[in-house]
């Protein structure tokens, strides 16, 4: 890929210096063994074979496991962290998923924090020692934020993320920063700056994006847990290409205060940070820490709403004791997913069905047709002209979905304030009635549908270059409800043949048909997408979550 | 004013047709006497001259009193709602403060609801039979929505504003319909259509706008409680104008849904809508009935905030008890109140101070010259063209203060997309620093405050084609903080003489200071405003009011 490698000759191109930093910081010791020449497609089993074993138990804990560990002084933060940079530093190696380490604040913070629980005998807060990545956009005070944008390169910023702030206070360490593709605005991940990152399941494939260098990372466990961003699918949908968790929250739980953005002042797609972990737990370790420091005595665009943790939503023992009710949208009507997405709808539906505390409803039948139109309305209301300024400021060679988003989109164009006014009314117009769908699920004396079970993506991880039907994930981010993502198979081809019998419903229906080759797909990670409505973020990230059936 | 009158020779005319549909709506039996020919410039006193003792007794009821003799059966619905009747036909002759009556629709209501509380000897619901008034532009099912708008006569809408409909779920009966200003950007009260609504307690002053057929109602006790609408300052000026209590909410507490709309996808500012009471008492049922009939399950755009009238914000009685803290902007820096407002200011600080369970904080300096500039530029970021071309179509002159704001408006610009972006940028930024001042009034061991006292308005209940500074209150609305207004005193000359030793801060202060003239306001009511953080509604209209101190 030449856009790749424009500035590979010159020695002072900021392009080679941001990998040279990169590079530096990925030094470990002892160093790394060189890797086999013949890596397998499929890389999730190697770090076995190439870290001690005691850095695998630990870098193997969930994030509930590891504060535990930390709290009752059986791990110290600095081997915690020690393993996790090593860790990182191999996973880069395997997919190129990681922008820089931290390696020695990270060392000194850890070290403060082991010397502080012997002087006191006390952890210094619940995530005392826990190793944290951000997606490399998410701003820490006194680094480089770049957003992948060439021409950004050397932009140093002067604070920090309030919510990633939040985490630190808790005693969580920052430790890696993690890749994320040109303009942030892909379902894969792959930049000028820095290449290609690929699936630890299979590198053939993407992990996913915008926030596919969390994905790579927390799925080879990397990193036990991580912030990533959502306008569009890009927590949940890298999230589920590689076999995580991943929650894209309701847009005024989480502060963006702190944040550095390219986009001031435009509100009508919120764009979120969220949490990304190899456990389901890890989400709400996250969410919790950062609710629960009231971010809205500072942030003024949050309602004050605490992490309801205890909330029995079913009334459980009581007297009006009542099931979990689980609408189902076995598509949206226009794209019909991949046999091994029906097969992931179909399994978990039997599975829910023998629950005899859960009730099964069929989502209605609902129009999503306006969803993308809205959605990229208003997201290129500038016809992409800030991003696109940016890349030209770069010299970068634009990445064929960039190309594909930013110049072949039917919706994007230069829109007049009234349009977007306009828009922003039919956006609102789309919210009432999905929000009236919803609630007609119940009736006078029964419950509406608690949360919504849907597909996540068309299919699995997409070769590099072809993801491009986000309807299954944007379609909440249009609608601002909190969505989880969480895996459910992988592809098998022997269950999961193509189907000869398609008939398809229009020409993308075929397009993305035509895409799915069982052979490609091999062990791919299948994930499902759980969606509740707006502000019940800890309906799918706690009470509710349905992945360990 | 000609502009009233431009078509009154025709009969065909839509302003003559709306005027005769007022008349016809007002007609009550028996009829009510003719009025004497030289009224005084206070009215408050003639209802009591005309109307009987029982009337009296009922219309002069709180909005709790009232719920509570209605519950127990000491008033039937119909003689409550036959008295307000009577009671706002007056007031309409008095101060001209009503669009229509709703005799009809309003007597068969409360007739249904005597029988029911006949049949089953109880209520049907919190609120039964309570009358409420609501300004124009709040959609009634079935009704004509002009927005004051000449070219919009004849205009049925045909939803029920949601939050207007779980009044009426609650028992209450919609039976007044009031007047607004041409635009509803003034604040004061004259249309084309409906002619200048005047203040009851000095009728050659406004009752403050746009809500101001609601507070001049109001105020002659011509309906215990109503709905009006602020983004400016539309609720809190007018009631602070005519001694009633109003409250704007934080954007998101109650339902926009089901209103019609003359600006949609316009959320740069929003717009609310909120209750004004002869109590602070009825500020609260309002938001409590609303609130607590759960909207956000139909309305997703609502956080799903009960309202917390349980909530003990001072931890009374327990080890971490602490004070009221108040804190006090005495002025906005840019122009200073007239002397009434500076002495109810200080008379209130003072009473204040003596509450042993109240501690005093001077709001520190705080730029506040770019409130009016963000505000005006994101309201007027069309230029006014859908307002100057609603007018254009009705073929209505402009009243002066439409002139003065959307013709010589500094800020008033055809903005591109991308100002409006910058600009929502600046307003975040301006959030953001004053919700760190306010924060900041706390220290480690000590809370911020709780609330803030400031001037509502720079001045009395101006004459008409006066009202020109918004800034103390439209702050809160570029904020979106909740706010009340409450009375405080009335104008006296004696200890409110003109300021000789007055040093103008700048030409809008001079120009403002010339407006006072002691004689030309006496007895008109002073006001306060009480704001809290977005969000925190209750402690302005329920725990924490200080207004009857």
Redesign the interface.
């Known amino acids: 890929m030449s856009a790749l490698q424009i500035h590979a000759d010159d020695p002072r191109d900021p392009i080679q210096e941001a990998r040279r930093r990169r590079d530096i910081s990925l030094a470990v010791e002892p160093p790394l063994p060189d890797l086999p020449k013949d890596l397998p497609l499929n890389v999730t089993s190697l770090p076995r074979g190439i870290l001690t074993a005691r850095e695998c138990e630990i870098t193997e804990k969930t994030p509930e496991g590891l504060v535990e560990l930390l709290a009752n002084g059986h791990f110290s933060a600095v081997e915690v962290i020690e393993a996790f940079l090593r860790r990182a530093a191999l996973a880069q190696r395997l997919v190129n998923c990681v922008t820089e380490l931290l390696p020695q604040a990270a060392l000194k913070r850890a070290k403060w924090l082991d010397n502080y629980y012997k002087e006191h005998g006390r952890t210094i807060g619940p995530l005392h020692g826990l190793p944290i990545s951000v997606k490399e956009h998410i701003s820490l005070k006194g680094w480089e934020v770049n957003f992948s944008f060439v021409a950004r390169i050397g932009t140093i910023v002067d604070t920090d993320g309030l919510a990633l702030k939040a985490m630190c206070d808790a005693g969580a360490i920052p430790f890696a920063r993690t890749t994320q593709p040109q303009t942030l605005m892909h379902l894969e991940t792959s930049s000028t700056i820095y290449g290609v990152t690929t699936n630890p399941y299979n590198t053939m494939l993407t992990p996913g994006g915008s926030s596919g260098g969390e994905s790579a990372l927390i799925a080879l466990r990397g990193s036990p847990l991580g912030f990533g961003s959502d306008t569009g699918g890009s927590i949940r949908v890298p999230a589920g290409h590689t076999g995580i968790y991943g929650l894209k929250p309701t847009s ?1 739980r989480l502060s963006h ?1 702190g944040l550095t ?1 390219i ?5 009508q797609i919120p764009s979120v940070i969220g949490p990304m972990s190899t456990s389901i737990g890890g989400l709400e370790m996250l969410m919790k820490t950062v609710i629960n420091s009231k971010m ?6 949050l ?3 605490e992490w309801r943790d205890g909330v029995d939503w079913l009334l459980r023992g009581s007297a009006g004791s009542r099931k979990l009710k689980v609408g189902i949208m076995w598509d949206d009507g226009l794209v019909t997913p991949h046999p091994p997405v029906r097969r992931a709808m179909r399994e978990t539906v039997e599975k829910l069905r023998k629950d005899p505390d859960i009730e099964i409803v069929d989502w209605a039948e609902f129009s999503m047709k306006d969803a993308y139109e809205i959605w990229s309305t208003l997201i290129f ?2 016809n992409g002209e800030v991003m696109l300024n940016l890349l030209d400021d770069g010299k970068e060679e634009l990445r064929p979905l960039t190309e594909w988003i930013f110049k072949h989109n039917p919706h994007k164009a230069k ?4 349009e ?9 117009e789309f ?2 009635k ?3 769908a919803w ?1 007609k699920t119940g009736a006078v004396d029964s419950h ?1 549908i608690d949360v919504l079970l849907t597909p996540l993506y068309i299919g699995p991880p997409a070769k590099l270059d072809e993801s491009k039907y986000w309807n299954y994930s944007l379609l909440f981010n249009l ?3 909190p969505g989880v993502s969480f895996p459910v198979t992988t592809v098998d081809p022997t269950l999961d043949p193509i189907d000869v019998d398609f008939l398809h419903k229009g020409d993308i229906d075929l397009e993305t048909h035509k895409l799915y080759k069982p052979d490609w797909y091999k062990d791919a990670p299948i994930s499902l997408q759980l969606v509740a ?4 973020d800890e309906k799918v990230s706690n009470d509710f979550h349905i992945s360990p059936i």
Do not use: N
């Open positions: 005024t205060l953005g986009a001031g002042g435009r509100e809205w005595e500072v942030d003024p665009s309602p004050p709403i209301a500038d829109r007049s304030l009234q977007v006014w306009d828009w922003t009314a039919k956006r609102d919210r009432g999905f929000a009236h609630h509406p609608l601002d409800y409505r707006r502000f019940e």
